[in-house]
Structure formats: structure tokens, C-alpha cells
């Protein structure tokens, strides 16, 4: 979608600051922070042309890395293509950015706990009430359900209803790494996969106890959900049960984990879709992909099938048009999915029609729209791997001087 004023189109500093979103999933940092981005530039017609320099040359990962470039870099507003280029690094280059892998390792409590193949998705909302977290405890649901390791952070601190929906109780453990200590999320096995979940729920006597928190320590409070807490290196999927609004902790989320994608939830409401443009905007100010909207609460069908709009029509699409991000889904109204959630039974693991909304706009988020991290081939699965050879090499330079 090419906007009518040029000056809305993103700035070379623009497009890097996208691309910090794109994680090398063998070393673990951005391909700006490892010295992978040599050249980043766009023309006058929005085309734009991203040179990479991989480590080698046949990188199993360069598919990876490409798709995530694209999807980042072409949904911004006023980029009409995306062209890369790839080169390779020289000598010098692979070793400052090893270094910079290794330090980036042994800095990681102070960064967070997740795996850099966990693909994170923020769940967010202009406006409360437009059913995000029961959005969010769907998904979770669905996607686990098809085999899928999933964690659900649930950042929405003052109004916290993630555990209830989907019927995990308890207290969060503790363990020890080291010297760092970290709270163990929560599970609940669904299908032949498993859902973690982490709320301040498990950390309060009642879930009717008010928390009474200021911006800083709900801020801090997120904070300690994203780097102390064993969410695990299997961990396929990261949900995150935003809080409605544009405020501190949506800001902190942002810096913690810059490669988070974002689904944004509507109603069908003028008035929601309104709101919900402006967490579009505040995605896109802080770098963070938009990977599509979800309409909540579309219409409402009856017995002898004919639809009634309570909220209105239109939103969704309105949103998604504006916000030049696809449609996933529209999850109608139906009575079984509060039911599902006030009984711990998210109405995705059922039949019927919000069901199978659910499970299809599950479907698009693997297959299209923030697909899991794919490793296959590599021929050193994480950087630990990658470290020993390296080590190995050092020390046998070393004997042989």
C-alpha cells in the first residue's frame, strides 16, 4: 500500500530499525547487531533493496532469513518490493560476528529467557473489551492442540484472565540456573502439544485481589515474565495478552523482544476500529511487524441461520485495509466461547462455528502469517554448537603454533 504523501515511505534508518526484528536463529541476535546488513535502501517508488552478508555462502538458514525479511520490510507503509541481495562475509567479519553471538550468550539473563527460535506474537487491542484475551487463550489453545510447544505470557497485569480461561491454577516453582533464579510456567497439556503459562495470577492469594501497580513496576513486572522464567528452548510459540492502550508496558514489550509480531484484535464497531489503528501505529513507531488483524464478535447467527451484526459490520476489514495488513479471521458471537472460557475449556477444542474460526485463523498464523521457525538442515542447531567448533578450531590453531 503506497501512501499519498512520499514522506511516509521509511527512511534507510527506517528499514534497519525493521530489521533488528530479524533474529539469526543459529546465533541468536539481530542480522543488523551481527554486521549481516550491508546495505539497506529504497527508491523513489517504494522498491526496496536489502543487502545481506551471510556467514557462508550455503547458510541452511538463508531461506529462513529471507522470508523474515521480506514479511518485515514489505509490510511497511509505502514499500511496494523487496529485493535482496546476498554476499558473504569475509574472514574478519565471521569472527566479530561470533564475538558479538558469544557475548551476546553470556549476556542473555539481562536480555530474556527465550529460545531465538520462539516466535513471538503480540496479542493487542486498542480498546478493552473487544475480547483479546479470549483471542488469546484460543489460539493458544489451537495451536498447541496441533502439536506446537506454546507459552502465554500474560502481560495484561491489572486485569489478568488468561488462567482461568484456560483452567490452569497454582503457584508458580522456582529453580535455579546458576546464579539466576527463574519461575517455572505453569502447563497444561492439550492434544499432543502443551501450553505454558505465566500470569501474575499464579502469584496473587485470590484472582479478585487488586493490584494497585503504577506504569514503572507493571513495566517491571513484564519485565521479570520475559527474563526469569523457564519458558524452555523448545518453545515454538510466545502469545502475549497485551494490555489495551499504547502505555508503558506495550513500550517495554517493544525494547525487551524487538522481533515480536503483532495481531491486533477489533470489533466489527467503527468506534474499535478507530482505536485499534492507533496500536497499528504505535507497532510500526517502535519497528514491530504487524502480521494481521482479527475481528472479534462479527455477527451473530440463530437457529434457523440468519446473521444479526450486533456491533456492526465492517471493522475488521476497514482495519486491516487502513493498516494495508490481511484479515485473518472473524470469530462470530457465540455463546459457548464464554463458556469455554469462564470453564477453563477454550470452545476451540469443540465444534462450531467460533470453533472453527478459531482453528482457521490458527492455521494461517503457521502456514502464512508468523510461521514457526524452521531448523531443519542446520548444521549447528543453536550457538552453543556453534561456539564448540569454534573453540575447537582456536584450540587447535593453538597447539599447532
Excluded at 168 to 196: F, N
Excluded at 240 to 249: F, L, Q
Aim: glycine content about 10%.
Amino acid at each position: 500500500m503506497v501512501p499519498a504523501n512520499p514522506a511516509d515511505r521509511p527512511t534507510p534508518e527506517d528499514l534497519r530499525g525493521l530489521l533488528r526484528g530479524v533474529v539469526d536463529p543459529e546465533l541468536g541476535s539481530d542480522i543488523v547487531e551481527l554486521g549481516m546488513v550491508r546495505d539497506a535502501t529504497i527508491d523513489g517508488d517504494g522498491a526496496v533493496v536489502v543487502t545481506i552478508a551471510l556467514t557462508t555462502s550455503g547458510c541452511p538458514l538463508r531461506a529462513q532469513i529471507q522470508r523474515d525479511i521480506r514479511s518485515r520490510v514489505g509490510s511497511a507503509p509505502g514499500v511496494t518490493s523487496v529485493k535482496l541481495d546476498w554476499t558473504e562475509m569475509t574472514a574478519a567479519e565471521k569472527t566479530r560476528a561470533m564475538d558479538k553471538a558469544r557475548f551476546n550468550v553470556a549476556q542473555r539473563p539481562e536480555d530474556t529467557a527465550l529460545a531465538p527460535t520462539t516466535r513471538v506474537i503480540l496479542v493487542a487491542s486498542g480498546k478493552g473489551g473487544v475480547g483479546k484475551s479470549s483471542v488469546t487463550a484460543n489460539l493458544a489453545a489451537a495451536l498447541a492442540n496441533r502439536g506446537l510447544t506454546v507459552g502465554v505470557l500474560d502481560a495484561d497485569v491489572w486485569g489478568f484472565s488468561i488462567p482461568r480461561m484456560l483452567g490452569v491454577s497454582g503457584r508458580m516453582a522456582g529453580r535455579t540456573d546458576g546464579d539466576h533464579k527463574l519461575m517455572v510456567p505453569i502447563e497444561r497439556k492439550i492434544g499432543a502439544g502443551v501450553v505454558r503459562v505465566v500470569s501474575m495470577g499464579f502469584l496473587v492469594d485470590d484472582e479478585e485481589t487488586a493490584l494497585m501497580w503504577r506504569g514503572l513496576m507493571l513495566n517491571r513486572g513484564v519485565q521479570h515474565f520475559l527474563q526469569d522464567v523457564a519458558w524452555g528452548d523448545d518453545l515454538d510459540y510466545l502469545l502475549v495478552d497485551m494490555p489495551p492502550g499504547t502505555g508503558d508496558v506495550q513500550m517495554g514489550v517493544a525494547k525487551l523482544v524487538p522481533r515480536s509480531e503483532v495481531l491486533v484484535v477489533t470489533t466489527p464497531a467503527v468506534a474499535a476500529q478507530k482505536v485499534a489503528i492507533r496500536a497499528v501505529s504505535m507497532a510500526r513507531k517502535s519497528y514491530l511487524r504487524i502480521a494481521g488483524v482479527i475481528e472479534n464478535m462479527s455477527s451473530f447467527e440463530c437457529d434457523h441461520g440468519e446473521q444479526y451484526a450486533l456491533f456492526g459490520v465492517g471493522g475488521g476489514q476497514n482495519l486491516a485495509d487502513d493498516a494495508g495488513v490481511p484479515l485473518l479471521g472473524q470469530i462470530p458471537i457465540e455463546a459457548g466461547v464464554s463458556a469455554g472460557g469462564d470453564a477453563g475449556e477454550p470452545v476451540v477444542l469443540g465444534e462450531g462455528p467460533a470453533a472453527a474460526a478459531f482453528r482457521a485463523v490458527a492455521d494461517r498464523i503457521v502456514t502464512e502469517a508468523v510461521p514457526p521457525a524452521e531448523l531443519a538442515g542446520c548444521s549447528a542447531r543453536m550457538l552453543d554448537a556453534a561456539v564448540a567448533a569454534l573453540d575447537a578450531e582456536d584450540e587447535a590453531q593453538a597447539a599447532n603454533a
